[in-house]
């Protein structure tokens, strides 16, 4: 298979000013740098949609937008975010990391590759341009609920095509991991030995090829709903708008998880190269990733406790939640059992992997708590929900990629980024990072609900707060995008092995590592 | 006005918790919403502790395990022992979670034995609610003005949590709910009673409550419903059973003199 793709190939590599190079690129390398360039950019759209919330909320009363905007800017927000920012930046990460990890030249299916990026830019202009569209954009939340979600104006048709899109450019980049990973590992190189990175994507692009699907099926039939006189959602019409959500939430949990566990993959390789000491529990890692898969199959209508479940229900969906919290336990014990007695230091990617481990945490906290039912009444629908999740997303996967970033980039440019800078970026980050989602723990604990633009005077300070927090973290991001344009352009040249201590073939390569990763395959002790 | 804001910021920052600024759930007036905040306390200490025990040692690690204190790193990698310790703890703290979860949820979906059933449907954006034995209904719109809300005025105590028309109830007495909606799906959300509740159109939900303190209780929509979602709050009025009995009877004869008048047109 490998040598089928090789031929394919150019051995010459285009200049990176021609546009052609980057059109029709089959190239893991190229494809990746597409995909990361990509997310960051929506990383920036999606922070900028943020701000326009964050700025609304700064103060009590209607100061800046209308409400209906308001709501597309939440909706908007969360679906750039997810399938734009998070996503992307994952299958960048595996398209360059990947075939360098597992000792192969390339990806299984590089001309599909090309595809499933470049459907991304058309899906994302189709989507942002329904801002500009009669009734405005999508306003429903990014969980699209009808009967709401079917009140939108003319843009309903565009973000649902949209959503096929991401669907379909993630289930190829799916299926091109798959393939990959079982038939392109060097001889020699077990599954029982492969980096935590790649079997982390293994099993998350398992779940895309199971879920994606359910959300496509779901939007279709919302689509028909509105168009075609169909009443899948529609109780006057013999339908049920709450089997939505089951659909919705069927794909959506194990979405959750599709959205951290390649983060569990790299805190898995940052922490063992700068505590200099190997991964704690490696086999128990795998398993643990495998059970939080499967479990998460069996959770989702814990985002439904309150649209009226039998009991027995409430209760099964209740126990098997809470039961999640024991392998992700166990992942965090065995990073801390990795540091345990080893020889650390504190680089920018080691600083946000720890910062990773104690703030998912903490979002792993608050998602223990909203598992029990009864109490998940209070919370549901408020910012105690919004702080769960945007503790294990910001801090969480976020702060993953930019770590895997900071940890991989000296080896994709053969350069070092700035040491000083990406520590002030850590730091900056942090602190803001906090001060903008921790008082949303209290405000919501206080009874204030999610998706509101107005809100009532007790809730101003913290939210006057989590605004003042928003901006800090959104402009210290401007140093990351700085430091990696810098560390491209020029610095200090890198070793092979960057790391002192990193271990894995992407570091026996060049740094950068040649265009056609590993032509003839390493040798795997 | 900016100002005081980020200086307010800077208290809260601080942890100067404002007393008119709540940082926590209500414990409410029911017997099901005190189980659910003694539920909830359970739930916060335990996470809280486990959180301290597993930073602390992480902490320890990350100060006395650095490289430049010239430790040689150690090489274990796993331990069969440890990693069942930490499975099987984890497991046993969950069930001393979970048992008294599921009692609590339990009670919760219990509406047997009611002496009250108010409809409460949900409409883009207002609440309706209807008496089902007594035969009294009415609308409840915020009463919260424009001018206050675009700023024009000052914004007065219940910003946004005022109604017209307020939910009155009897104290002591199992009030049991149907709760259903007109066009999109709502929820019912009354923090000190514990009880929130989707409105969805077509279906209609049950929940109940039994309050023990006459007293304004006072809470949001909580799912979302379009617009002017965060603008249709809920409003209960918790009274004793002689003052529900009056104002029962005022509002049935408000309403047969309506339709009287209706009738006599
Ligand atoms: C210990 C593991 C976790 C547990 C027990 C858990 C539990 C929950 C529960 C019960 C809810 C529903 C709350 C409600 O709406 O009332 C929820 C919401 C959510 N969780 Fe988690 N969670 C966990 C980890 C995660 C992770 C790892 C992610 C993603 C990286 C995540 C992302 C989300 C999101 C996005 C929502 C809100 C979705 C929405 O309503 O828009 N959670 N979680
Ligand atoms: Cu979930
Ligand atoms: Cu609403």
Redesign the interface.
């Known amino acids: 298979m490998s040598t089928v793709a090789a031929d394919d190939h150019h051995d010459h590599v285009e200049s990176p000013y021609s546009i052609k190079r980057w059109l029709f690129t089959t190239n893991h390398k190229d494809i990746g740098t597409l995909y990361l360039w990509f997310s960051l950019i929506m990383f920036f759209i999606g922070g900028f949609m943020a701000l326009i919330i964050r700025t609304e909320l ?6 800046f937008v209308d ?2 905007f308001f ?1 597309s800017m939440t909706t908007m927000h969360a679906i750039i975010m997810v399938f734009g920012v998070v996503m992307p930046a994952f299958t960048g990460l595996a398209n360059w990391l990947i075939p360098m990890m597992v000792g192969a030249t390339d990806m299984a299916l590089p001309r599909m590759n090309n595809w499933s990026f470049w459907i991304l830019p058309f899906a994302f202009t189709m989507m942002l341009s329904t801002l500009f569209m009669d009734g405005g954009g999508p ?3 990014w969980t699209l ?1 009808p ?2 979600t079917l ?1 939108t104006g003319d843009a309903l048709p565009f973000v649902i095509l949209s959503i096929h899109f991401m669907g379909l450019s993630s289930i190829m980049g799916a299926i091109n991991v798959i393939a990959t990973v079982l038939n392109m590992r060097a001889p020699g190189m077990t599954l029982m030995k492969m980096p935590l990175f790649v079997w982390t994507w293994l099993i998350t692009a398992y779940l895309l090829i199971a879920v994606m699907p359910v959300l496509a099926g779901g939007v279709t039939m919302l689509l028909t709903d509105k168009f075609f006189g169909t009443s899948f959602f ?3 019409g013999g339908g ?3 089997l939505f959500q089951h659909i919705f939430w069927f794909f959506g949990h194990p979405e959750v998880y599709i959205l951290i566990l390649p983060s569990f993959g790299v805190i898995s390789s940052i922490v063992p190269t700068f ?10 890692m795998v398993y643990a990733t495998g059970s939080i898969a499967f479990l998460s199959f069996i959770v989702w209508a814990h985002h439904m406790f ?3 479940m039998p ?1 027995a229900g ?2 099964f969906f ?2 098997a939640t ?2 999640i ?2 392998p992700t ?2 992942k ?3 990073w ?11 680089e920018t990617p080691m600083l946000f992997a ?1 910062g990773f ?2 703030m998912f ?2 979002g792993g ?2 998602g ?2 909203l598992a ?4 998940d ?2 919370y ?3 910012y105690f929900v919004v702080a769960h999740f945007h503790y294990v997303l910001v801090p969480g996967s976020i702060f993953a990629i930019v770590a895997s970033v900071y940890y991989w980039l000296p080896k994709w440019c053969g350069n070092m980024y700035s040491e000083g800078l990406g520590k002030l970026h850590f730091w900056l980050s942090t602190i803001f990072v906090n ?1 903008t989602f921790f ?1 949303m723990h ?2 919501g ?3 204030m ?14 939210n ?2 989590a605004t ?1 927090g928003a901006f800090g973290f959104g402009f210290s991001q401007l140093i990351f995008l700085y430091v990696v344009i810098k560390a491209i352009r020029g610095g200090e040249k890198a070793t092979s092995q960057v790391w002192e201590n990193a271990e894995g073939l992407e570091w026996t390569l060049s740094s950068p590592p040649p265009y056609h990763s590993f032509t003839t395959p390493p040798v795997i002790k | 006005m900016r100002a005081y804001k980020w200086l307010l910021g800077i208290c809260a920052i601080a942890g100067s918790a404002n007393a008119e600024q709540p940082m926590n759930m209500p414990v409410g007036v029911t017997d099901i919403s005190q189980g659910v905040f003694s539920m909830h306390m359970l739930a916060l200490w335990l996470v809280t502790a486990i959180g301290v025990l597993v930073f602390v040692a992480m902490f320890y690690s990350i100060m006395v395990h650095r490289k430049s204190r010239g430790v040689t790193p150690a090489t274990f990698h796993e331990s069969t022992t440890v990693e069942a310790v930490w499975t099987i703890i984890p497991f046993v703290i969950l069930v001393v979670l979970a048992v008294p979860a599921t009692k609590t949820l339990i009670e919760m979906e219990d509406s047997s034995g009611y002496d009250l059933t108010v409809k409460i449907t949900g409409y883009q954006w207002l609440w309706h609610y209807e008496y089902i034995d007594e035969g009294v209904d009415f609308y409840s719109v915020l009463s919260t003005p424009r001018s206050q809300i675009n700023n024009l005025e000052q914004k007065t105590e219940n910003y946004l949590l005022e109604v017209d028309k307020e939910l009155v109830l009897p104290v002591g007495k199992k009030v049991r709910f149907l709760i259903t909606s007109n066009d999109v799906i709502h929820a019912w959300w009354v923090p000190e009673l514990a009880v929130k509740k989707d409105a969805v159109p077509g279906f209609i939900n049950e929940a109940w409550t039994k309050i023990n303190e006459p007293g304004i209780y006072r809470g949001q929509c909580a799912e979302l419903c379009g617009r002017d979602h965060g603008f249709m709050p809920v409003v209960v009025r918790a009274v004793p059973q002689a003052e529900f009995d009056n104002w029962m009877a005022q509002q049935t004869v408000e309403e047969t003199g309506a339709e009287l008048a209706a009738v006599q047109q």
Do not use: C
């Not at chain 1, 801390?336 to 504190?346: C, E, P, Q, S, Y």
């Not at chain 1, 609900?449 to 913290?462: E, K």
């Open positions: 700064f103060e009590p009363g209607m100061q409400p209906q709501n306003a429903g939340g609920y009967p709401l009140q529609n109780a006057a049920d708008p709450v505590a200099r000491k190997p991964l704690f529990g490696y086999a128990s309150t649209v009226g009991l409430q209760l209740m126990f809470m039961l919290a024991v336990g166990v965090v014990f065995n801390i059992a990795t540091m345990w007695r080893g020889a650390m230091t504190f720890l481990i104690v945490s903490i906290f608050s223990l708590m029990l039912a009864p109490v009444f209070q549901h629908d408020t001060i008082p209290f405000v604990l206080a009874g609900p999610r998706r509101i633009p107005d809100y009532a005077l007790q809730f101003s300070d913290f006057a707060l003042i």
